[in-house]
């Protein structure tokens, strides 16, 4: 079974910048689309941003619209976020996930299969 680790969260002040990375193994992601969700304390999870399996189509919440860059590498099994003018409302846990195909059509998390751990990002003075 696919497995997904995500790397690169931290601690950042309000305007700075993050790259959070998600790398599979056990499988290959180029068969799916790949999404990236947040969960804020107290709220559920809400997708962040998604791409289709061959990076051609992207899709952004409107909050980090203009802000975040989705994008992957199939070659080295890795789909990455760029997050620019973080916000202290991105603070969340972050999670990448692996859609249930190769086009994302659905937006929430029942719509992805293989999650991974979760990497924590505090934008904060």
């Known amino acids: 079974q696919m497995q997904l680790v995500e790397s690169g969260g931290g601690l950042m002040q309000p305007g700075g910048s993050l790259r959070l990375s998600c790398t599979a193994s056990g499988g290959s992601l180029d068969r799916y689309g790949m999404g990236w969700f947040r969960q804020g304390p107290g709220f559920g999870r809400d997708i962040v941003a998604a791409?289709?399996?061959?990076?051609?189509?992207?899709h952004y919440a409107s909050s980090v619209k203009g802000r975040f860059t989705i994008s992957r590498d199939n070659a080295k099994n890795t789909v990455s976020l760029q997050m620019n003018n973080l916000k202290p409302e991105d603070t969340a846990v972050y999670y990448c996930?692996?859609?249930?195909?190769?086009?994302?059509?659905?937006?929430?998390?029942?719509?992805?299969?293989?999650w991974g751990q979760g990497t924590q990002v505090t934008v904060s003075s």
């Open positions: 791409i289709a399996w061959n990076g051609r189509t992207t």
């Open positions: 996930a692996a859609y249930l195909g190769p086009v994302v059509g659905g937006t929430t998390p029942s719509d992805f299969g293989s």
